[in-house]
């Protein structure tokens, strides 16, 4: 299927590895425009430039998204240069994993502030220039642990669970605008927050796991990228796993 884009402008946060660079690969290939936004400005331009270097468009913004000022600078900036944005995805993610009664407040505010506040963020300063387009997609990536828990993730699984509540209410809020809000919640991805796991962890993960692998950053893009398009327009409000089949 050809998916269509009518000359769109993504902003994807954490663009500069994993799930963030391929859905920023995908959403240039599709024809969009894509703002690469990461706190590392090194790795969200190497995304940028790969993208350029396919002859399409995109450009680097370096962005710490748990900083209120700092994400609505950012969008004046996006909106006054490209005058719209279409398509937000809050891909930006930490982990400081500990058990509940070991977790330290500053893990626990490091992962919600990074992991769950900056939506409320990006949403808050990048919305209003979608409703005045009357069109808009939000796409903000979850984890099959904010869906099933996840035993010393106290702190990522309440930031991803919370991303789930916030996801359905601004679908409620928004569908009058033509905006649609969804999340995907991803299972075991193979990433560079996935290769630091103990083998032992790694194998135990895969006999949980139906069809027994783990699943590319590609993977995630692909429904990213589908849910962005002209032809995702009906689907709202919706928590969409992409896990290999855990937890059926």
């Not at 609505?72 to 279409?86: F, R």
């Not at 900056?118 to 979608?130: L, P």
């Not at 905006?179 to 135990?204: C, H, Q, W, Y």
């Not at 993977?219 to 796993?241: F, H, N, P, W």
Request: charged fraction near 20%.
């Amino acid at each position: 299927m050809n998916l269509t884009f009518n000359n769109r402008v993504a902003f994807v946060s954490g663009a500069g590895r994993g799930i963030g660079r391929a859905i920023a690969l995908q959403l240039a290939q599709a024809g969009c425009k894509v703002v690469c936004a990461s706190k590392n400005i090194e790795s969200c331009g190497k995304v940028a430039d790969e993208i350029s270097s396919m002859g399409l468009q995109a450009e680097a913004l370096a962005l710490d998204v748990s900083k209120s000022e700092e994400v609505k600078a950012a969008a004046e900036k996006v909106v006054d240069k490209y005058g719209q944005l279409d398509i937000l995805v809050n891909n930006a993610g930490i982990t400081r994993d500990n058990l509940m009664l070991r977790m330290s407040e500053e893990e626990w505010d490091a992962v919600i502030s990074t992991n769950l506040s900056s939506a409320f963020y990006t949403v808050k300063y990048f919305a209003r220039t979608m409703m005045g387009g009357r069109w808009g997609r939000i796409i903000n990536i979850s984890s099959i642990s904010g869906v099933m828990g996840n035993a010393g993730q106290a702190n990522y699984s309440a930031a991803k669970a919370g991303l789930i509540g916030y996801t359905k209410t601004l679908a409620r809020e928004l569908a009058s605008r033509n905006i649609t809000a969804n999340a995907i919640a991803p299972g075991f991805i193979e990433t560079d927050m996935t290769s630091a796991l103990p083998r032992a962890i790694v194998e135990k993960a895969r006999e949980v796991i139906p069809l027994k692998r783990f699943g590319k950053p590609e993977d995630i893009a692909g429904i990213c990228t589908y849910l962005c398009s002209e032809e995702g327009g009906y689907i709202t409000g919706q928590v969409i796993s992409v896990n290999g089949g855990m937890g059926m």
